[in-house]
């Protein structure tokens, strides 16, 4: 990794600085920004999306913008595009380090009908019948929405759903009832699968108790597609700026002065697309509204067909498993397993080789057949969990023109999309629809979980460090 500090990558026919070392520990919650410059971490997809498009460069000097959007994965550039495209607007994106540095190029690939934590359920309990049903026609919009804008993108769809597997037979009431919910009530396609039919013919994963198929699910591969929207938002005239953290930001008679390394930006509006990676001293509308949790995962080398059917992989539609602490996986377009969960609790343990080894145990449970097969390439990185598990593209303060979509709990592939959609309307003036994540703040923990609130910002991790060996005890004891 040391080489890395000394490479130079040219952006729109000149030299950058030179990029800094992957920093493996960077935490959210510690540190004041995530760097300048620093390399993309070591994934699958950035091994394998060829080389990065030209980018427009660092801030070199003081400017004026209309928009400048703050983050240049999915969520920001996304953002620009539909500025561009509907309103005419060219925004002006601002990246720490390389584009799409953080969730984006992190993530597991999987474009699920979600966002948020909770389940159509769950929004009936929280919001009532009414507004859930907008929702689900919401997240459906939105999937919509991803698939339109990935038309002319490259990267490497794989459509057919999405299979919810049981990995303990005492879940399996559970999903039969969510199914039912699903079917009857949003009348969305879910069908109930049992352990013999998973088996044979989707997938042998011997932790199979049966699952549920949802009719929306498509894999992508995450550079890819990050690349393809950085290439699209240039070509609609966005500029895309890396190597450019906000280290300060103030706001005088309605125009905010975001201080870079190389020059201030002034800009009439702000939205802001940190996902994982938003820190603490960003803004203070920020502070403490997310919880950043740490996401492991390992691709190993292409398969041989033997090892394909001792596995008896006959699907590649994206798949997770039933644990609060869910595993993410599936067969990539080149043959390969990828599989991820949960990790560490804080940037500084996130190296430990036990986190992928974890990981690795847990592959070959659930596929003995590959006991032992080469790994390939290993990383973690950040998701942006809300305190309520629901996701909000807000206007916190009518006064002020700073505006965020923030808070997608591991599902931000697709709803990125629409969340770069509902984002670009706050900032044209356009009103989105009237539904809780579009009204309300991200919040702040209640009493209830007071370990983790703003007052006990230092114990935030003890707190989390409890519950994952309390979640751990449920998916695999209880």
Not at 245 to 267: C, M, S
Not at 336 to 352: E, F, K, L, N
Not at 355 to 363: A, E, G, N, S, V
């Amino acid at each position: 990794m040391e080489a890395i500090a000394e490479k130079r990558i040219i952006t729109s026919g000149r030299a950058s600085a030179p990029l800094q070392a992957y920093d493996p520990a960077y935490d959210p919650l510690v540190a004041t920004t995530p760097g300048q410059g620093r390399e993309y971490a070591p994934t699958y997809w950035i091994g394998t999306a060829g080389e990065p498009p030209a980018d427009d460069g660092p801030i070199t000097q003081d400017i004026d913008v209309d928009v400048a959007i703050i983050g240049s994965g999915f969520t920001g550039l996304t953002t620009a595009i539909f500025l561009a495209e509907k309103y005419g607007i060219k925004a002006t994106v601002l990246e720490a380090n390389r584009v799409s540095w953080g969730c984006s190029t992190r993530n597991g690939g999987q474009a699920q009908c979600a966002s948020g934590r909770l389940k159509r359920s769950q929004w009936i309990q929280r919001y009532g019948l009414d507004t859930a049903l907008r929702m689900h026609e919401e997240i459906c919009d939105g999937m919509q929405t991803f698939k339109d804008l990935i038309k002319d993108i490259d990267c490497e769809p794989q459509p057919g759903g999405h299979l919810y597997i049981a990995h303990r037979p005492k879940v399996m009431p559970v999903l039969e009832k969510e199914a039912k919910i699903l079917r009857d009530v949003f009348k969305y396609d879910a069908r109930i699968l049992d352990a013999d039919t998973v088996k044979r013919e989707y997938v042998d994963d011997k932790e199979a108790a049966g699952a549920m198929h949802e009719p929306e699910g498509i894999g992508i591969h995450a550079g890819k597609l990050a690349f393809g929207y950085l290439k699209k938002a240039r070509a609609l005239g966005a500029k895309v700026h890396p190597s450019s953290p906000v280290i300060g930001w103030e706001t005088r008679d309605g125009v905010h002065y975001l201080k870079t390394p190389g020059g201030i930006v002034r800009a009439r509006a702000v939205g802001v697309a940190t996902g994982g990676y938003t820190s603490n001293g960003l803004h203070p509308e920020l502070k403490n509204r997310l919880l950043p949790i740490l996401s492991n995962s390992i691709v190993t080398r292409p398969l041989t067909k033997s090892e394909i059917d001792a596995c008896n992989f006959r699907t590649t539609q994206v798949i997770t498993d039933t644990r609060i602490l869910r595993h993410y996986y599936r067969l990539l377009p080149d043959g390969r397993v990828q599989i991820g969960s949960r990790s560490a609790i804080t940037g500084s343990d996130a190296p430990q080789d036990k986190y992928k080894q974890f990981l690795i145990r847990d592959l070959h449970r659930k596929f003995p057949a590959l006991e032992g097969i080469q790994i390939d390439y290993s990383w973690w990185g950040w998701v942006d969990v809300s305190h309520d598990m629901m996701p909000r593209i807000f206007q916190p303060d009518p006064k002020q023109t700073i505006y965020y979509a923030l808070g997608y709990g591991g599902n931000g592939v697709m709803y990125s999309a629409q969340a770069g959609r509902r984002l670009a309307e706050n900032i044209a003036g356009v009103r989105t629809p009237e539904l809780p994540i579009f009204r309300s703040r991200l919040p702040f923990p209640n009493v209830r979980e007071m370990v983790e609130s703003e007052y006990f910002a230092p114990f935030r991790r003890f707190g989390q460090w409890w519950l994952y060996r309390w979640y751990n005890m449920k998916d695999e004891v209880l």
